[in-house]
């Protein structure tokens, strides 16, 4: 058969895409399904799917009665648009700095990317506990510098903070992404606001931000996404307290599945979390048009 | 020989032609001529858990060539979870470390694990008291066997108490007032006794047990079997208990982070002078301990004119059997090993706290293995009365976090006392309705 032929085939075109379509079906597409069915059945982990009983919208209707599911709503929303923001702010900041041409650069790059190596990891978050435990690092190094030691992990607001900072720490990837936008920004852009006598902050609003609005709107749908999908930070740091104030909307999930076996009303959480971030990202799609800058609609407007 | 057979088949459910090989065999002792099974083990544990039942395992398969057994162990996190998926999925393993309260998920009619009576050839039950056997039975069928029990005892550091000159506590009041002259002897950081909200809710049970005489959970009328003013006592003893200083307030454990207590350096080094905990577990807590540090049993305290001592006695840990297993015969042989055969009872050794078959118990006495703080706790439960059985249902995770939530609300003054009395009262007993089916 000659190349020409085998792409011409559709027989050999399923073949090459079977492997995704199979794998995309049975882990994708089935539990997504059978999940939704499930948030409309008092389905219990330990019992036979079979002695569920379908009991319609009523998981999702006694939702808004459930005060630890709205303390849990209110605590993932406060997380995402606190560490959303300030990640993605804190992650530009570093690679406009890391886009200086300054010797040895390279290496710094490496090693602000390796936290992002390590992630969020098991490893890492236990780490993380005891670096913020009362007896813990930063308390030891306050101590040291005469501060009095701040009860970190103990205090319903601080230990909030302790779990921002863990995502924060995590910044390479978006770093990465918006280096990789700077350096496609076209240096004659910045030799003509030089000439011009724009000043650097004034090349970054007018120039660099601008440019980078694809960049910027990529990275934060996939930080949406990824906040409110935190689960290893609350899970392994706090359990979710003091108090429920870290217990995020995922943590709520897999407790209410595997702690309490409410497979059924874990479903709906879980379907409630999907249309959440379903309608943030709809709603970043459709305010791209007013803040988004694609060079590609500059040229079909007649720009160049 | 045929007849024996049959009647073997017949029990099973099993093929014909299975029975032959089986018959011929004395069932505790040995099988006889057999085909090739494999089965599967479930546990958890630690690291000494594994190694102590992987060796066990070998010499089982020495035994009993014509037997394979491969072990599906993990850490205590997350087992829970592997297992109910696998039963749910009918992949559970044919034999199951479980704990007391899981047959309460997984066997509500008693129907969900083998009946263990229909195993008595192969089993020895005459090795367990009836109050043991009764713990694993369900509507009269038997779920479960318990390899130990066991029951939460009060354990101070004593080089901490010797420190502050102060005897170790052995009555309620003398806890409550070992607080303040732990403190002004040794300092803000030094406290009698530590634990986590789990481990305080079983305390104050125990004290209001104490008072009663009752079960804590009525799980006929789905409601607390005390009064109002009862379970108030539990919101007393915890501000008591945290105002005097003498267990650690909300805010000083939670600044710890979601640790085990046994690895906090707290306890490691002596300010946390003391814990309510299960004597089957008091190993992976002394060897966390400094060098130097040596923990002691207390007496345990008791209210005066007490008939109960309020103790969650229970089994530790169980063994239960797949119902659906096509290979009964033969995993009775392997639990029967394991908890009666003093080859298997040695290599598993106290891995999993003393255990509760008599000749297991023998074997490792004349061993020399019960010494020390299990020698003691063994001791201190058979002079304590223990009459009252508690319902599996105060153990679920439900009614646990509930009594948790408004206590944690407590400690961190977002109610009163009153309210959380109220609330002890009113959202546990919702709790059991809700929940008890």
């Known amino acids: 058969m000659s190349g020409a032929s085998i792409y011409a085939s559709r027989r050999a075109g399923s073949l090459y895409i079977a492997p995704f379509a199979i794998g995309f079906l049975l882990f994708t597409a089935f539990p997504f399904i059978a999940s939704f069915i499930l948030s409309l059945t008092d389905a219990r982990l330990q019992d036979q799917l079979g002695d569920a009983h379908f009991i319609g919208w009523h998981n999702y209707a006694g939702m808004w009665a459930d005060a630890t599911f709205r303390k849990s709503l209110g605590v993932t929303f406060f997380y995402v648009f606190v560490t959303v923001p300030l990640k993605l702010a804190f992650a530009l900041l570093i690679a406009v700095v890391l886009n200086f041409k300054l010797r040895g650069i390279g290496l710094f790059r490496t090693a602000f990317y390796l936290p992002s190596i390590l992630g969020g990891s098991v490893a890492i978050a236990v780490v993380w506990r005891f670096v913020f435990a009362s007896d813990g690092l930063v308390n030891q190094f306050l101590h040291g510098a005469g501060f009095g030691g701040i009860n970190w992990l103990g205090e319903p607001s601080t230990a909030m903070f302790s779990i921002i900072l863990l995502r924060l720490w995590q910044f390479g990837s978006a770093m990465v992404v918006f280096l990789a936008g700077l350096k496609a920004i076209p240096e004659d852009l910045y030799e003509a606001a030089d000439l011009d006598g724009a000043s650097r902050l004034r090349q970054f609003w007018m120039i660099t931000l601008p440019l980078l609005t694809p960049v910027l709107f990529f990275n934060f749908i996939m930080q949406i996404v990824q906040a409110f999908q935190e689960f290893n930070g609350p899970y392994i740091i706090t359990g979710g307290g003091p108090m429920k104030s870290t217990y995020l909307l995922p943590l709520m999930i897999y407790e209410e599945a595997f702690k309490y076996f409410n497979l059924g009303y874990s479903s709906a959480l879980s379907w409630v979390l999907f249309v959440i971030i379903a309608l943030f990202t709809a709603l970043a799609f459709w305010s791209q048009r007013f803040w988004v800058f694609y060079a590609q609609e500059r040229s079909d407007k007649g720009g160049h | ?437």
């Open chain 2, 1 to 437: 020989m045929t007849a024996p057979v049959t009647r073997r088949t017949a029990l099973t459910g099993l093929g014909a032609s299975l029975g032959g090989a089986l018959a011929a065999c004395s069932p505790r002792t040995a099988p006889g001529p057999k085909r090739q099974v494999t089965l599967r083990m479930s546990w958890w544990g630690g690291a000494s858990a594994h190694k102590a039942t992987l060796e066990a395992l070998h010499l089982f398969m020495q035994r009993y060539p014509h037997i394979e057994v491969r072990g599906e162990y993990t850490g205590f996190l997350g087992h829970l979870e592997r297992l109910t998926t696998q039963i749910a999925g009918h992949t559970a393993p044919d034999l199951m470390q479980i704990n007391w309260y899981w047959q309460v998920l997984f066997s509500r009619d008693g129907k969900g694990f083998y009946d263990l009576n229909r195993l008595s050839k192969e089993i020895d039950f005459s090795q367990y008291d009836a109050r043991t056997l009764g713990m694993g039975e369900r509507n009269g069928h038997r779920n479960a066997l318990s390899v130990g029990n066991a029951a939460r005892l009060f354990y101070f550091n004593r080089t901490t108490y010797d420190k502050a000159r102060l005897a170790l506590p052995a009555s309620w009041e003398s806890l409550l007032a070992a607080g303040p002259k732990m403190r002004d002897a040794l300092g803000d950081a030094y406290y009698p006794i530590d634990g986590t909200f789990q481990d305080f809710i079983a305390m104050a049970r125990s004290r209001i047990v104490q008072k009663t005489g009752k079960a804590l959970v009525d799980d006929v009328n789905k409601r607390l079997n005390c009064t109002a003013e009862d379970i108030a006592e539990m919101a007393r003893l915890y501000a008591g208990l945290t105002r005097d200083h003498s267990l650690p307030a909300a805010r000083v454990r939670a600044a710890f982070g979601n640790v085990a207590q046994q690895e906090m350096r707290p306890w490691i080094n002596g300010q946390f002078a003391g814990c309510y905990l299960w004597n089957s577990s008091i190993d992976k807590f002394t060897d966390t301990l400094r060098p130097g540090e040596h923990v002691e049993l207390a007496s345990y305290p008791l209210i005066p004119g007490a008939t109960d001592a309020g103790l969650l006695y229970r089994p530790a840990m169980m063994f239960a059997i797949n119902h659906q297993t096509p290979h009964p015969q033969e995993t009775a042989l392997l639990l029967n090993f394991l908890m009666n055969d003093p080859v298997g009872v040695r290599a598993m050794g106290l891995s999993r706290g003393v255990p509760s078959s008599a000749i297991a118990r023998r074997t490792l006495t004349e061993d020399g293995l019960m010494t020390g703080l299990k020698r003691d706790s063994e001791a201190e439960l058979a002079r304590l009365p223990i009459t009252v059985l508690e319902s599996p249902w105060f153990e679920h995770p439900r009614v646990r976090d509930g009594f948790q939530d408004i206590l944690e609300m407590q400690g961190y003054g977002v109610i009163d006392e009153e309210t959380a009395s109220r609330r002890l009262y009113d959202d546990i007993n919702a709790i059991l309705t809700r929940v008890i089916r």
